[in-house]
Nanobody, 116 residues
Framework: QVQLVESGGGLVQPGGSLRLSCAAS????????FGWYRQAPGKQRELVAT???????NYADSVKGRFTISGDFTQNTVSLQMNSLKPEDTAVYYC??????????WGKGTLVTVSS
């Protein structure tokens, strides 16, 4: 059974940095991409960033230039370096693993709160 476990969330002041990590256990066949998504209170879950096995990355416009995703498809880990954090980045962040057959696995989420 595949499990994704996130870590690294917490409270940070505006302008600060956090690094989220996610480790996947179990066998994920035909891994295609890892990603981070977030859901703020009262809002739908949205894409933050993805990285494919070939190394291609994609970012939401709102985080471009501030967040960096990196994935290790051998170790089944993915991280998200978040810099210059803003209050609007406050959300529960979810780790995602997607296969080439579009099967998705999700973590339970980690809360990031940006507040002074």
């Amino acid at each position: 059974q595949v499990q994704l476990v996130e870590s690294g969330g917490g409270l940070v002041q505006p302008g600060g940095s956090l690094r989220l990590s996610c480790a996947a256990s179990g066998s994920i066949f035909n891994k295609y991409a890892f990603g981070w998504y977030r859901q703020a209170p009262g809002k739908q879950r949205e894409l933050v960033a993805t990285v494919t096995k070939s190394g291609a990355t994609n970012y939401a416009d709102s985080v471009k230039g501030r967040f960096t995703i990196s994935g290790d498809f051998t170790q089944n880990t993915v991280s998200l370096q978040m810099n210059s954090l803003k209050p609007e980045d406050t959300a529960v962040y979810y780790c995602n693993a997607r296969t080439a057959l579009d099967v998705n696995y999700w973590g339970k989420g980690t809360l990031v709160t940006v507040s002074s």
